[in-house]
Every structure is written in C-alpha cells, then in structure tokens.
C-alpha cells in the first residue's frame, strides 16, 4: 500500500513540474517555477484551495503584481482555477458559486442570509485559486473557513478590482468579461488618458508609414509604464489610451513615467520635426466596470471627467485633478516638478473643479 502511495504522489508531483514548466512562454523565470512547484507540491491541502494570492505571495517571495501575473499565466495553462469570490456586507458569509467573470451580476444576493447588494469590485469581490484537480486532487479537509479567515486578517485580500486592472489578465483573457447590462461597482479608481499633440500635423508631414511607427513605438513604451505601475490599458483612441489604476499614487507615478520617457525617445530621434508631445490628464473617483464592445470597460463621471481633464493638457505636461491630489502621496516626494493650480468649468459638469498643471522644473 506504502508503495502504491508513493507511486501515486510521484504521479501528481510529475503532472504538477510538467504543468509549471509551460510557464517559460509566459516570461516566468526558472527559479519562480521551480519555487512554485515546490508550493504547489508540498504545501497544506487547506493553502492550495480558493487561495489567497497574498498568501503565495508571501510563500513564494514575490510581489503581488508578479505574483498575479505568475497565476494568471498558470490560469492560462490550466494549471489553476480562478474564483470570483463574494463576501456578503451582512453576515460575512463568502458565496464560492462565481467560477466567471460572467457569473457576476451588479445585484448579489447572499445564499445564506439572503441579503442584496451591489457586487462592489473593490469590497466585496476578491479573487482567489485553486490548483487544477486535474494535477491534484484535494480532500473534503481542504475547505477550511477558519484557516482562510485567519489569512485573510493576517494579509488583506486581493480585490476583483485588482485583477481587472493587470495588463496580463486583459491579454490573455480578453472575452473574460461581465455580462451585457450587467456591471460592477468601483468605489475608486484612477483614470488616465493621454493624447498626442498635432498628430494630424505629423502624419502630414512625416507621410502615413514613418508617422504609424513613431505612434506605435509611443504605444508601447506607454503600455509598459501602465504595466510597470500596476495598471491596464482599457483601450486605445485613435493616437490616445485610457488606462486604469486602483492607487492614485500609481496612476500619478505612471503619468510622470511617461513624460520622462517622452523626453528621452524625443531625444533617440534627434530630429525637432518628429518629436512627440504628450498630453495627459488624471482624475480618481467612482465608476461602474460595464461590458462594452465584448471587452470590459468603465463608464460613469469619473471616466468623463478624466478624458476633459487631459483636453485641459498643452503637452509636455501633466493634468490632474484636486480629487487625485487630496488621494495621492507621491507629488509630495517629486523634487522635479512644479504644479499650477486653477479652477476650471468642464463640459457635463454643473460646479467648476480645481486642477493641477504640473511641468517639469528641468531635464530629468
């Protein structure tokens, strides 16, 4: 019997360094595989069902953006399952039913104390995982609500919210979305949007072809500064992108991000007729995440709101709002850069908002 035992462990142990292996197409490291192998191989049955990702976090020495992306990719391979899990306001009783995205709907009703509520991204929906019964099998033990409880309190949960905002679930989900008319309530969230000024002007001068691939080249050093702060790009608008944060301090570091490297790709093309100018502007505030397009989006004030504060933008600079400012800590630590302050009257908006305008005080 010993032997048949040891035979059977060998088998899931095999199926599960196989599995993770595959992460390699996905830019894992060798040394986060083999790591994870040895987490998904040995750890308690209990830490290995509708897991904390905090929690692999922690076991496996990573952050949470790497440790989201690091899942995300296992998610693609099969390696794990992905819950939407749901705590009621109430009685804090946790609803596993939502294995989807799509099984989400904007009104959620408790199956234990019937209560209704908003499905809050933020608050009440947190994803978790699981590993692949398929590579091992988990006993009835494993669903344990006091160990989970204590993980939770002990490392904070990862909101649905959180994971909607990581560029690598985006991409490698792009159909993993609400269901139409449907939608999900954001308490917070960090809107930015950008433009290129007189992009009409450059295809004009620089012909359709080298025009196209200087805003190609801008597209993606934008796309991995959004990545890099632990955002996603919604979408992009013709020469502008929309992108989304859940920490204002994010949003606002990315925004600073992007008008540096600006500069120094301006700077690689040593030539005054083709430089970039960037626009941008940043607001925070509430919004609903809504299916648009077959794509998850984000409609509401906020969004609006953010899009003419970036109309507000000369280029070569940063717009944001009072909301933002009040929210995020890091403009407090920027040593190379001056704000003015003015009161404006948006499109849409009935009371005037108070923006900052912030430059660069020199070279960075």
């Not at 799509?102 to 959620?108: I, S, V, Y």
């Not at 404006?344 to 108070?354: A, H, Q, T, Y």
Request: proline fraction near 3%; charged fraction near 20%; hydrophobic fraction near 40%.
């Amino acid at each position: 019997m010993l032997k048949l035992f040891n035979s059977s462990k060998d088998k899931t142990n095999n199926a599960i360094a196989k599995a993770v292996k595959s992460l390699t197409q996905h830019g894992i490291s060798e040394t986060e595989q083999e790591n994870f192998i040895a987490f998904l191989q040995s750890e308690d049955n209990r830490s290995l069902y509708h897991t904390n990702p905090r929690l692999i976090a922690d076991r496996l020495k990573l952050s949470e953006r790497d440790t989201l992306k690091l899942l995300v990719a296992s998610l693609k391979e099969g390696i794990v399952t992905l819950n939407w899990d749901i705590q009621c306001p109430v009685c804090q009783g946790v609803d596993f039913a939502a294995t989807q995205l799509c099984d989400l709907r904007t009104l959620h009703v408790c199956p234990v104390c019937f209560h209704k509520h908003e499905s809050d991204a933020d608050r009440q929906v947190r994803v978790t995982f699981s590993i692949d019964e398929r590579l091992r099998s988990l006993p009835k033990e494993a669903d344990d609500p006091a160990f989970r409880n204590h993980v939770d309190a002990q490392y904070g949960v990862v909101s649905g919210h959180r994971l909607l905002t990581l560029q690598m679930f985006r991409e490698l989900f792009p159909r993993e979305t609400i269901p139409p008319n449907e939608s999900l309530l954001i308490r917070q969230v960090t809107i930015l949007f950008t433009d290129l000024a007189g992009s009409t002007a450059l295809y004009s001068q620089q012909g359709d072809s080298q025009a196209y691939s200087l805003v190609n080249q801008h597209f993606n050093l934008l796309f991995e500064i959004v990545d890099q702060h632990n955002g996603a790009v919604i979408k992009t608008i013709g020469d502008a992108i929309m992108a989304t944060f859940t920490s204002p301090d994010d949003g606002l570091k990315a925004a600073i991000a992007m008008q540096a490297r600006m500069q120094s790709f301006n700077q690689s093309i040593q030539s005054s007729e083709h430089q970039l100018i960037l626009k941008i502007g940043v607001h925070a505030g509430p919004c609903i995440s809504v299916n648009l397009n077959d794509r998850n989006d984000y409609f509401g004030t906020t969004v609006n709101t953010a899009a003419r504060v970036q109309g507000l933008s000369q280029g070569n600079d940063i717009v944001f709002t009072a909301s933002l400012r009040n929210q995020a800590q890091a403009i407090e630590s920027i040593k190379h850069y001056i704000s003015e302050q003015s009161s404006v009257n948006l499109k849409g908006l009935s009371e005037p908002i108070v923006v900052f305008r912030m430059k660069a005080n020199h070279k960075i």
